[in-house]
């Protein structure tokens, strides 16, 4: 979950389960207590806190958890993540794939957009072809690459009309693969496969920047106000194909970018929910939480690293990062900062899908090694010691626990390499801007797994400009490992060749890994069918009071 991609993870992830917390809503609270029972009966709003502008509301330019965590409930694409963790039909009512895996036929159901216009096959393929265009500069086109043609058209090499995806009629969508994808019904459950009203985007290309008649959206909800930087209101979409099952009338996403004024408003009574996916705890309030019994914690398949800008001196140099990477103090760091049960990382791909990760390829504040990758690093850039290095800038996004992390990690550096460093903070919108042009050294970043497949936390590093990407790092053997997984259909083989591609992104070290996410938060009582995936994003559309 920017993936996933966390954002996301992502004006999120994590301060504590990292990522940003996940909230809850209503006017009724419980008390000075957390998790206490509402004061109203028959609750229908629910109060949450999202901590800070969303990046898009746009599907094809969202590329974080906190646009994902507003557009996965008020749009819905083919087929939607149910309570199980499996996909099912949503706004396909019937999907035929062929012998050979590649072509999918969804047939799309009955239902409209929340103007009134019928959602049409011609929609979808508007919305997935809008995003692949090299001109709209989609962060997450990649996961496109999917559809034959995908990546030639984003790279300019082939038309987008020549892309895998058709309207046979407003009702039908072929879809052409360039493989077969297993997976593939979980990725149209994702948001860069929503659809897109074609009307009203033709018409109005900035439809998806602020509330009002032109933002449509075909999910549970919709957007009944946007004030920015302030707080966003959803509320029950009338016109919704499931509209019984939905049973919250509005929805207040705040944005309060203050842990600790979050969990105060919690406990009193002026949220539902405070914590992961959609904002973060305080870190000093996780041992009483966990006292009261009223902390929640779930792993989930995400990681929080450390980005190497390597092109960036002197973070060009491999033997240079490994040190940084392999001197950090990951236990320290989750039993001292983040208190939420994370797993120290010293692998890409979560333990939940390579299961042999929760121990990983390095070990951890691996002290010894660290100075002898930092001899052989001074001495390939004609150094005598890290004295002479230039001075490292760690970025992060405003946020208490990347802050405490950061600077726990300066110190480290610091102390056990000699390497001078100093810290930059930045809101949201502008830290992740940044670090999409490189204008960065180091940057914190989380990514939640937008599926649940290990090549989503590799293929992000696929393509030296790949959307996600940042560091500048490619590495052509990494590359085909990854293109030939696509290809293979032994499920043994592929997963083999997707352990080699991650040994060879360890060993070049384009990131440091840190830790493995779990998401923590505290709720109300009687709010119930608040349902979180196994990557650790929250879906609204059960939710209620009882």
Not at 37 to 59: A, C, Y
Not at 197 to 214: C, F, H, I, L, T
Request: with cysteine.
């Amino acid at each position: 979950m920017k993936k996933r991609k966390y954002a996301l993870f992502l004006a999120l992830l994590l301060a504590l389960s990292t990522f940003l917390a996940a909230c809850g809503g209503g006017n009724g609270g419980g008390g000075d207590k957390a998790g206490g029972n509402g004061k109203e009966d028959n609750k229908k709003e629910l109060k949450v806190n999202i901590k800070t502008e969303p990046f898009s509301m746009h599907p094809g330019l969202a590329n974080d958890s906190t646009s994902g965590s507003v557009l996965r409930n008020t749009f819905e694409g083919l087929t939607r993540i149910n309570k199980d963790d499996k996909p099912e039909n949503a706004a396909a009512e019937k999907v035929d794939v062929s012998e050979d895996g590649k072509v999918y036929t969804f047939t799309i159901r009955d239902h409209k957009w929340s103007n009134g216009d019928p959602v049409t096959a011609q929609d979808f393929e508007y919305a997935w072809k809008w995003a692949l265009d090299p001109k709209n500069q989609s962060q997450y086109a990649y996961q496109l690459y999917y559809l034959k043609n995908g990546q030639a058209a984003n790279e300019g090499k082939a038309k987008i009309e020549d892309v895998g995806v058709k309207a046979k009629d407003e009702k039908t969508l072929e879809v052409t693969l360039e493989n077969p994808t297993p997976y593939f019904l979980e990725l149209t459950a994702f948001y860069t496969y929503l659809p897109v009203n074609s009307k009203v985007a033709q018409k109005n290309p900035n439809w998806y920047k602020n509330a009002g008649e032109d933002y449509v959206s075909n999910g549970p909800y919709v957007m009944d106000q946007w004030e920015h930087s302030d707080k966003i209101v959803l509320k029950k979409n009338d016109q919704y194909w499931d509209k019984d099952t939905v049973k919250l009338d509005k929805i207040d996403m705040l944005m309060i970018n203050d842990v600790n004024t979050e969990l105060s408003m919690f406990k009193k009574g002026e949220l539902d929910w405070a914590g992961s996916p959609f904002s973060a705890l305080p870190t000093d309030a996780m041992e009483s939480l966990k006292a009261d019994k009223t902390l929640n914690i779930k792993p989930i398949a995400g990681v929080y690293w450390y980005k190497f800008n390597t092109e960036a001196e002197p973070l060009n140099n491999v033997n240079i990062r490994k040190a940084l990477a392999y001197v950090i103090d990951r236990k320290s760091i989750v039993e001292k900062i983040s208190k939420g049960g994370q797993i120290p990382a010293m692998a890409a791909v979560p333990p939940s899908m390579f299961e042999e990760n929760e121990k990983g390829y390095f070990k951890d504040h691996d002290v010894k090694t660290a100075k002898e990758y930092l001899e052989k690093g001074l001495k390939e850039l004609g150094l005598k010691d890290a004295s002479e290095l230039p001075e490292i800038t760690i970025s992060y996004n405003t946020d208490e626990a990347h802050q405490k992390i950061a600077q726990a990690i300066q110190d480290t550096w610091k102390k056990e390499l000699g390497v001078k460093t100093k810290l930059g903070n930045e809101e949201w919108a502008v830290y992740i801007e940044k670090l999409h042009s490189g204008d960065y050294m180091v940057g914190r970043m989380g990514w939640l797994g937008d599926f649940n497949d290990p090549i989503n936390f590799l293929e992000l590093f696929r393509e030296k400009k790949g959307g996600n990407n940042d560091t500048n790092w490619e590495n052509p053997e990494f590359k085909k490992l990854l293109v030939d997984s696509q290809k293979e259909m032994d499920p043994a083989k592929r997963s083999q060749m997707l352990k080699d591609a991650e040994k060879i992104f360890v060993d070049e070290m384009p990131v440091a890994p840190i830790y493995f996410y779990t998401n923590s938060w505290v709720q109300r009582d009687n709010l119930k069918d608040v349902v979180m995936s196994g990557l650790g994003d929250v879906q609204l559309k059960w939710a209620h009071f009882e």
